[in-house]
T-cell receptor, first 113, second 112 residues
Framework: DAGVIQSPRHEVTEMGQEVTLRCKPI?????LFWYRQTMMRGLELLIY????????DSGMPEDRFSAKMPNASFSTLKIQPSEPRDSAVYFC???????????FGPGTRLTVT | GDSVTQMEGPVTLSEEAFLTINCTYT??????LFWYVQYPGEGLQLLLK?????DKGSNKGFEATYRKETTSFHLEKGSVQVSDSAVYFC???????????FGTGTRLTIIP
């Protein structure tokens, strides 16, 4: 299996632009998580889905952030409009419920100038 | 709510030294406990886990024992290598809950 796939790996954009991050979970996994990692705040859970349904979005920082999971093999995290404080590494992870082990993707490094 | 407290870093050790990274937790139920490792430029990956009291998780020479009486899950390795340099995260998930609660991470650097 290829593991969790994220794209792009790096994104540099200007303040005010829309950013879309993409994630393909491991085939057969039924839960998907979006995290943000910064030096200041560490690793934060933004939102998670189970069977394509958002279960907990309490970590989404504000209305500029939105996430969708239209099917079991694809999810997006969108930021519009982006701001410099959104600069971070964004991770996607999935789990198939096997003892709750989460498998992480390689991350997308976002820089907003 | 649930929380994980782990040793502040950074930690710098010489090769072949003994390693301990402390982790304590607060949980309302009977959590499963995990150590994840993050190598530079990569995502987190599971290092080891334990699902009930007195269980010992082990992998790649690392060990951690689930201590319910002290609510701890300290990570240990008898002889570290340069390749162990990474950030280590302690985490828990409550029974029946897929969400993980992570500690802040401990950066470990091993010098030859």
């Amino acid at each position: 299996d290829a593991g969790v796939i994220q794209s792009p790996r790096h994104e540099v954009t200007e303040m005010g632009q829309e950013v879309t991050l993409r994630c393909k979970p491991i085939s057969g996994h039924n839960s998907l998580f979006w995290y943000r990692q910064t030096m200041m705040r560490g690793l934060e859970l933004l939102i998670y889905f189970n069977n394509n349904v958002p279960i907990d979005d309490s970590g989404m920082p504000e209305d500029r952030f939105s996430a969708k999971m239209p099917n079991a093999s694809f999810s997006t995290l969108k930021i519009q409009p982006s701001e410099p404080r959104d600069s971070a590494v964004y991770f996607c992870a999935s789990t198939g419920g096997d003892g709750n082990e989460q498998y992480f993707g390689p991350g997308t490094r976002l820089t907003v100038t | 709510g649930d929380s994980v407290t782990q040793m502040e870093g950074p930690v710098t050790l010489s090769e072949e030294a003994f390693l301990t990274i402390n982790c304590t937790y607060t949980a309302t139920g009977y959590p499963s406990l995990f150590w994840y490792v993050q190598y530079p430029g990569e995502g987190l990956q599971l290092l080891l886990k334990a699902t009930k009291a007195d269980d010992k998780g082990s992998n790649k020479g690392f060990e951690a024992t689930y201590r319910k009486e002290t609510t701890s899950f300290h990570l240990e390795k008898g002889s570290v290598q340069v390749s162990d340099s990474a950030v280590y995260f302690c985490a828990l998930s409550d029974f029946g809950n897929e969400k993980l609660t992570f500690g802040t991470g401990t950066r470990l650097t091993i010098i030859p």
